[in-house]
């Protein structure tokens, strides 16, 4: 069974920075790739970063002007948001999914973890 | 940026037949994906390629693209499809994943 399990969310203040892992099991993690989705308070769905099975592309929202950083250890079948200068608008649950398999194009989401909350104020 | 719209809100009874549509220029050149999330929960994938289902969702649920709309129908509503849908797109123009603003389907 695939699971991914987000985590590190929490409180912090504006400016200030925090890294959300996603640990996940039950796929060879190294050959997919892999995605971060956010979701503020009552809103919808923003897609903020995708990166491919060997880390050799990466991509991100342009909303997020370099703020954050996708990353991923296939040693550890583990995935990375890093996330610097926060501001209150990223306020967020974050989620990560991972992306179809066998070739798919494009790479869509076909399976989710249950998020961690980011709560950004002062 | 590529745009997706969605209606904010569809109500259907029990047993008929839900439409919910996703609107983008020429959407029917890219292929659609459809996701419900349930309050609380995270999203789930219920259409791929504008419409194929994945493994476990039902036949009710089946999708259609052409021109600037995409359409996710759902037969035979049951009180258990009620929930948020959101519609997506890859911009292959941007290398951008994107997301309509999403639909809350309500079951009377």
């Known amino acids: 069974e695939v699971q991914l399990v987000a985590s590190g969310g929490g409180l912090v203040k504006p400016g200030e920075s925090l890294r959300l892992s996603c640990e996940t099991s039950?796929?060879?993690?190294?050959?997919?790739?892999m995605h971060w989705v956010r979701q503020a308070p009552g809103k919808g769905l923003e897609w903020v970063s995708s990166?491919?099975?060997?880390?050799?592309?990466?991509y991100h929202a342009d909303s997020l002007m370099g703020r954050f950083t996708i990353s991923r250890d296939n040693a550890r079948n583990s995935l990375y948001l890093q996330m610097n200068s926060l501001r209150a608008e990223d306020s967020a649950v974050y989620y990560c999914?991972?992306?179809?398999?066998?070739?798919?194009?494009?790479?869509?989401?076909?399976?989710w973890g249950q998020g961690t909350l980011v709560t950004v104020s002062s | 940026s590529y745009v997706l719209t969605q209606p904010p809100s569809v109500s259907v009874a029990p047993g008929k037949t839900a439409r919910i549509t996703c609107g983008g220029d020429n959407i029917g050149g890219k292929s659609v994906y459809w996701y419900h999330q349930k309050p609380g929960q995270a999203p789930v994938l219920v259409i791929y390629?504008?419409?194929d289902r994945p493994s476990g969702i039902p036949e009710r649920f089946s999708g259609l693209n052409s021109g600037n709309t995409a359409t996710l129908t759902i037969s035979r509503v049951e009180a258990g499809d009620e929930a948020d849908y959101y519609c997506?797109?890859?911009?292959?123009?941007?290398?951008?994943?994107?997301f309509g603003g999403g639909t809350k389907l309500t079951v009377l």
């Open positions: 999914a991972r992306a179809c398999g066998d070739g798919c194009y494009p790479e869509y989401f076909q399976h």
């Open positions: 390629l504008d419409s």
């Open positions: 997506q797109v890859w911009d292959s123009s941007r290398d951008h994943w994107v």
């Open positions: 039950g796929f060879t993690f190294s050959t997919y790739t």
């Open positions: 990166i491919r099975s060997s880390s050799s592309y990466t």
